[in-house]
């Protein structure tokens, strides 16, 4: 198992920035698929972004294009998301997610690891 721990989550009012980190520990960060996930009050989690072992590939839900960014610190072994133009709808808890390999896309099942969650709240 890896252990995944997140931050950057916080208030902030539409139109806002905010950015989360995700550092992992464990495996090889390097070889492996990182992918973002939310789950809305209410509502089933999500997928958001992922970023393959390669950071120029990377694949965004429609929702968040063009206003997130997904990216990764090998050497920190640390994933990033960059949430810009945050609207109201973006308020959800977010989850970090391991995938089993070095590939993986929106399905949940192919990851294996999962973060507790960082909460962003969008106030409008």
């Known amino acids: 198992q890896v252990p995944l721990v997140e931050s950057g989550g916080g208030v902030v009012q539409a139109g806002g920035s905010l950015r989360l980190s995700c550092t992992a520990s464990g495996r090889s960060f390097s070889t492996i698929a990182m992918g973002w996930f939310r789950q809305a009050p209410g509502k089933e989690r999500e997928f958001v972004a992922v970023i393959m072992r390669t950071s120029s590939n990377t694949y965004y839900t429609d929702s968040v294009k063009g206003r997130f960014t997904i990216s990764r610190d090998n050497a920190k072994s640390t994933v990033y998301l960059q949430m810009n133009s945050l609207k109201p709808e973006d308020t959800a808890v977010y989850y970090c997610?391991?995938?089993?390999?070095?590939?993986?896309?929106?399905?949940?099942?192919?990851?294996?690891?999962w973060g507790q969650g960082t909460k962003v709240t969008v106030s409008s």
């Open positions: 997610a391991a995938g089993r390999s070095g590939w993986a896309g929106t399905n949940q099942n192919e990851y294996r690891d």
